[in-house]
């Protein structure tokens, strides 16, 4: 679940990312144009889910049980929503934390990067765990 670099804490090395993340036949999704049902039929389904934080995150209500749940945020903005969420249902929740953000968060240009050596990591680790 990607956000566009229009909208807030968007990830500023996404370019970097993107191959890796397509490498483990993950796909790149940008909800903000879905309605609320696309949503729901797109979390339903997914087995796997990495997702730059975000209110986004919320349709992890609609994952099923054995979902996996990969959180990238940045380290000056820490927050556990999603933690708790994913304690709550049950399911497997793993966080990178990246850089801090850069820019202004206010005017919508803030942006972090994300080592995509932890990204690559991450991701084996949340396919190889049961």
Not at 59 to 87: A, Q
Request: hydrophobic share 35%; no cysteine; aromatic share 10%.
């Amino acid at each position: 679940l990607n956000r566009s670099n229009t909208t807030r804490r968007h990830v500023r090395n996404i370019d970097e990312l993107i191959p890796i993340i397509k490498k483990y036949d993950f796909e790149i999704v940008e909800t903000e144009n879905y309605s609320i049902q696309q949503q729901v039929e797109l979390f339903s389904q997914a087995s796997h889910i990495i997702s730059i934080h975000g209110a986004g995150n919320t349709n992890m209500l609609f994952t099923h049980p054995n979902t996996k749940f990969l959180e990238l945020m940045p380290s000056d903005r820490l927050s556990s929503h999603y933690y708790w969420v994913s304690n709550m249902l049950n399911k497997h929740y793993d966080i990178i934390l990246g850089e801090k953000l850069i820019g202004n968060e206010a005017s919508n240009t803030s942006s972090f990067y994300i080592s995509p050596d932890l990204v690559e990591k991450a991701i084996l680790k949340i396919l190889s765990s049961h």
